[in-house]
């Protein structure tokens, strides 16, 4: 089952990177509402058709792991996309990570290889 971890590295990318684009393009939107305002400046806004690629190639790849490997093991793959999130929070938005939240990371990783050993 260690041929899946190479699918879902990049599909959990894709997921985060998707999160960072649209974090990216909300700030960049004007407030949410029916406007015309709010729907050009969503239209014309790159970061949110980069989310929109991401999500939608990740979305593609996620459905070549769920046609190739068993469910029970795939999905539980998908948590790895919490790790890249937290680590592109630190690296594009300058948060702070507490120590807890770096055992929770351990832990997630840690149960991804438990799931990705199963025979």
Same mark, same amino acid.
């Given at each position: +089952? ?60 996620? +459905? ?12 539980? +793959? ?7 999130? +937290? ?33």
């Amino acid at each position: +089952m260690w041929k899946i971890i190479p699918y879902a590295i990049v599909q959990s990318l894709l997921l985060a990177g998707g999160q960072v684009f649209l974090k990216f393009a909300l700030a960049r939107m004007a407030a949410f509402g029916w406007s015309k305002e709010f729907w050009v400046s969503l239209l014309l806004n790159w970061q949110f058709a980069a989310c929109g690629i991401c999500f939608g190639a990740g979305s593609l790849l996620w +459905m070549y792991i769920v046609k190739n490997f068993p469910l029970s093991v795939a999905y539980p +793959m998908v948590s790895l996309s919490y790790v890249f999130g +937290m680590l592109a929070a630190i690296v594009f938005f300058h948060e702070r990570v507490a120590p807890t939240q770096w055992l929770g990371v351990f832990l997630i990783m840690a149960g991804c290889c438990l799931v990705g050993v199963k025979s």
